[in-house]
């Protein structure tokens, strides 16, 4: 039997998904309800099988390789495995300079 993980999602996370589906919800609630509901699915897998998404390439560039990522496109999920625990920190546009949204975000919250 496979062991379960606790997946604990970050408040920047929740606020990032919650930005995603309000300005998808504006031109089509029916397709912000199916994105939620990829997006969690996703979320959800890391459950059972945390070590599914790679290592984020922008920071193992820089020699940091605790962060990993699931792709959503066109959305990149970012957590970190820590024991038996799962944290989602943020849900970012692939589309934006990633590395500087996630520098950021990362190093200013220490």
């Known amino acids: 039997m496979t062991s379960k993980y606790n997946v604990i999602w970050a408040d920047v996370a929740e606020k990032d998904l919650i930005g995603i589906i309000e300005y998808i919800s504006e031109e089509s609630p029916q397709n912000a309800l199916k994105i939620l509901k990829k997006i969690r699915q996703k979320a959800h897998d890391l459950y059972v099988l945390p070590e599914k998404g790679r290592v984020v390439p922008e920071l193992q560039d820089q020699g940091i390789v605790q962060y990993r990522e699931l792709i ?3 959305w990149r999920l970012i957590y970190r495995i820590s024991g038996r625990k799962i944290y989602i920190l943020s849900i970012i546009d692939s589309r934006r300079n ?13």
Do not use: A, G, M, Y
Not at 98 to 110: A, I, M, P
């Open 98 to 110: 990633v590395e500087d949204v996630l520098l950021t975000r990362f190093f200013n919250q220490q």
């Open 72 to 74: 959503i496109t066109p």
